[in-house]
């Protein structure tokens, strides 16, 4: 999650914050460190992604004034002209798409084969869009039908073949250093002239399913580098809490906070070769 200013020349200033969301709520704790990981790991993503496309940074430089804390979590940002899609890819079936299959064997009106389970790979990955609901502000899957006729069959085309590009150099990245990426999204926007530029964070672990790759088995949840620890602690009976009731999710327990940082930092260090410091 991020908070976002304007900086006097009219650039996005974004502060990864440590907050964490599940199920379309704030969470009441935070997870120490986690906006410097999202941020330093993003950084590292748009270097091997340049070639494919351009992203929106200008400067890592904390602005006049700011904050000594922002440090570490702060990006200067180019505005853009934000393209109202989730740019989704999958590898793999989980999550959304798994219950859309089990319903129809279609993922964003996609056809997929029969005999597919909890983390089965596709046969190739696939594009699978969403779009802001007209209420609210909850995410909803679409086809890509319905992504054309919001944004112009061109603009859908290149939305397309960017997000496949850029999910398969990551999917190979992250395989080499024993990480499936199951699936990830993107966001894009354009500049004034009409660049494509990939924006806000990319190839998290709040954006992205990590799974070790050495323990993959399809026909059940996976473990993960990812804010699925958390979702699962809320569904769990250990929570307490009802999915479906009104009431906010309660606050995790620290060892639920100490374990998510951990994994945090373990896909950053995984992905990077880097230690973490």
Request: glycine share 8%; with cysteine.
């Amino acid at each position: 999650m991020r908070d976002l200013y304007r900086n006097e020349a009219g650039d996005l200033i974004m502060v990864a914050s440590d907050r964490i969301s599940a199920y379309d709520w704030v969470l009441p704790s935070e997870i120490p460190d986690k906006g410097r990981v999202l941020t330093r790991l993003s950084l590292w993503w748009f270097d091997r992604l340049a070639d494919l496309v351009p992203h929106h940074v200008v400067s890592t430089d904390l602005p006049d004034g700011a904050p000594a804390d922002w440090e570490g979590r702060t990006l200067v940002c180019r505005s853009l002209r934000m393209v109202p899609v989730e740019c989704v890819a999958r590898g793999y079936l989980t999550g959304s798409g798994l219950v859309e299959y089990d319903e129809s064997r279609t993922v964003c009106g996609i056809t997929l084969p029969e005999g597919l389970s909890d983390g089965s790979e596709l046969p190739a990955p696939i594009f699978t869009p969403a779009t802001k609901a007209a209420v609210g502000d909850h995410d909803e899957n679409v086809t890509y039908e319905e992504v054309a006729r919001q944004v112009g069959a061109e603009t859908a085309a290149v939305l397309r073949q960017t997000t496949l590009a850029v999910y398969g150099r990551a999917r190979d990245i992250a395989r080499d250093r024993g990480i499936i990426l199951a699936d990830t999204k993107f966001e894009f926007g354009h500049t004034e002239d009409g660049t494509l530029v990939i924006a806000d964070e990319v190839l998290t672990p709040d954006s992205s399913r990590f799974w070790p790759a050495a323990s993959w088995q399809p026909g059940r949840p996976q473990p993960s580098y990812d804010k699925q620890y958390v979702r699962d602690w809320l569904t769990s009976p250990a929570s307490g809490w009802d999915r479906r009731g009104e009431q906010p999710p309660p606050a995790l327990p620290d060892e639920v906070v100490a374990a998510t940082r951990a994994k945090y930092l373990e896909a950053y260090e995984m992905l990077t070769g880097t230690p973490w410091a």
